[in-house]
């Protein structure tokens, strides 16, 4: 979990080079942060294993996750600075319609316990808010810098593996989110 999930937050280089190719202009500072938002994602990303380091398993499919991931920031960007909520809307009814859609032609069972409910419920609420604020962003800031922001919460995926997983994160990968939390100080005082 603590190697996947970062993975998947490289997201952030298909909107970051779309954004360039279109136009942006990060500042200075901000074009920094990027790189170190970026690099540190990666860096965190990184297995170490009995004396050697490589990618984990399942990190080509980590890696897939983040091209869909990418390909999701530019078009809501887009549709955020319309209108926001109506994109938010049409992406959840979306995304639940094809979930839907997936279980019923598979025959698998979606039923949760009572007792998961309520964290089932707040995982979708908390994943629900993400993308109206991301959408919501759209108005205020570049497709390159608002993207990098969005596409870094592997981060507490990695702490939360950690803490409550008792994963080991080695002294790369926490160099890693520190590059990631550097990344956010230069990008947001850009």
Known sequence: MSIVAPIAGVSAVVP?????????????????????????????????????????????????????FGGYFVPMHAAGEADFWWASLIFRTTSFTLVALTALALRSSVRISRRNTAYVSAVGLGDMLGNALFAASSAYGLVSVTSVLASLYPIVTVVLARVLLGERVDRWQNVGIAATLTGVVLISAG
Do not use: K, N, Y
């Open 16 to 68: 970051v080079t779309f954004g360039l190719a279109t136009g942006d202009r990060p500042s200075p500072s901000q074009i920094v942060g990027i790189v170190a938002a970026l690099v540190g994602v990666g860096l965190a990303s990184r297995e170490h294993q009995e004396g050697q380091r490589h990618l984990a398993a399942g990190a080509g499919l980590a890696l897939l996750a983040a091209l869909g």
